[in-house]
């Protein structure tokens, strides 16, 4: 299966758990449709990409990068790279690759989209985000990458950014974790 069909099928069988997240979710298919290349970062004006929110185990701490490019808070993530096997091998990767934390187990679900524009790709261009969550071991330590400035924990209650899409994020990936729990050992 291409990575193109791995997204097709991973967005047709994900639950949106909003209207909002539904919509996004019929844009994603209806490009990637249209745009064979629209997981790859040449694919312009949008190309797909994937990220993981990494939480502690009870919910109340998340890790997050600062972004040497974008100079903001982010949940770790970037392009989908032709030699990734799907969607959540391209989380897995970014994740690992930017929070030095080896042995994440991300949920296979989507637990958010995001369409934002990123400047520093070019004019115009969108990352059409597909957002998965994972929990870090008990006393994980992160590291700094190349593409970050910082990696660090920080408790919910007193993140680095009010940015409602981060927010969302944040809160329709604890709500998952209570839910379902399908990180525990």
Avoid at 7 to 23: C, D, F, N, Y
């Amino acid at each position: 299966m291409s990575l193109r069909e791995d997204a097709l099928r991973t967005l047709a069988s994900w639950s949106p758990p909003t209207v909002g997240q539904q919509e996004l979710r019929q844009r994603y298919v209806d490009y990637l449709t249209r745009h064979a290349s629209g997981v790859l970062r040449e694919d312009r004006p949008h190309h797909l990409t994937a990220s993981t929110l990494v939480l502690s185990a009870d919910g109340a701490q998340v890790m997050l990068t600062l972004h040497a490019k974008a100079q903001r808070w982010f949940q770790f993530g970037g392009h989908l790279e032709p030699g990734d096997a799907s969607l959540l091998a391209a989380a897995t990767r970014e994740a690992s690759e930017e929070s030095g934390l080896a042995g994440l187990t991300l949920d296979p679900a989507p637990v958010q989209l995001s369409d934002h524009e990123v400047p520093f790709c070019g004019p115009g261009v969108h990352h059409y985000d597909v957002r998965f969550v994972a929990v870090a071991a008990a006393g994980a330590v992160p590291a700094v990458s190349e593409e970050s400035l910082d990696v660090r924990w920080f408790p919910v209650a007193a993140l680095p950014s009010e940015d409602p899409d981060m927010l969302e994020l944040i809160d329709l990936a604890r709500r998952r974790l209570a839910e379902t729990s399908p990180f525990a050992g």
